[in-house]
């Protein structure tokens, strides 16, 4: 039977030693080669064709969801867990919906990294013993990005088309006439439904929903 052979990507070499150290010598395990950045990781992946990428998400050039999106477009049969210290349920939520077949936190057991490969390179999928059942029945609630945005209430959607225009939590609370507390509230809870929380990832979405255009 053929090794698994992995890609280990993060911006830490020290990191990718020691997570080296403790995949290597294991059986039917065959770590191919080491990336410390999105660009470069993406290549190697072309080159190589891993059959599996342990990939951080904090890492330079570009970022490991959009490494992950790519590797899910281009490369279908390289699967990807993230592995990372954001141990968030918004995290794990919007790795699997990116296309990622397992999620575990850099806290994990070792046990659990090697349980995690086997059942990933096995065609499963895997999410860490410290992600919150919240995390699968949400998935399971908001599958694609056009269930995500269906679930925004009109108010919602309102202020995300707002705030990926560029414009402040007053300037949107003037511009709607709600209070600045208002606008504040609908923000936390759509950031929450889509399970993004930083304003560039909510205007990456917006404009692939097609909420606002880019000239």
């Known amino acids: 039977m053929n090794p698994t052979r992995i890609l280990l990507v993060d911006d830490h070499a020290l990191v990718r030693a020691g997570i080296r150290a403790l995949i290597e010598g294991k059986p039917g395990i065959e770590v191919v080669a080491e990336s410390g950045d999105g660009d470069e990781a993406l ?28 590797i899910t477009k281009r490369y279908p049969q390289t699967r990807v867990i993230i592995l990372t210290v954001h141990e968030g349920t918004e995290y794990a ?47 399971a609630q908001a599958r694609t990005p056009q269930d995500l945005l269906e679930s925004l209430t009109t ?23 709600i209070s600045v507390k208002t606008v504040e509230s609908h923000r936390a809870k759509l950031a929450e439904k889509l ?18 255009q880019v000239e």
Do not use: C, W
């Open 93 to 139: 939520m919007r790795a699997l919906r990116a296309g990622a077949a397992g999620y575990l936190p850099k806290s994990a057991a070792t046990i659990e990294l090697e349980d995690a490969i086997t059942a990933v390179a096995q065609g499963g999928t895997y999410l860490s013993h410290d992600i919150s059942q919240k995390t699968l029945f949400q998935y």
């Open 43 to 70: 290549r190697i992946i072309g080159e190589s064709h891993p059959d599996l990428v342990l990939l951080d998400i904090t890492i330079p050039s570009i970022n490991g969801f959009e490494v992950l999106e790519q």
């Open 195 to 212: 399970g993004i929380h930083d304003v560039a990832g909510l205007v990456r979405f917006a404009i692939r929903m097609g909420l606002i």
């Open 155 to 177: 108010r919602q959607r309102e202020i995300l088309k707002l705030i990926a225009e560029g414009q402040s939590t007053k300037e949107i609370g003037s511009n709607l006439n």
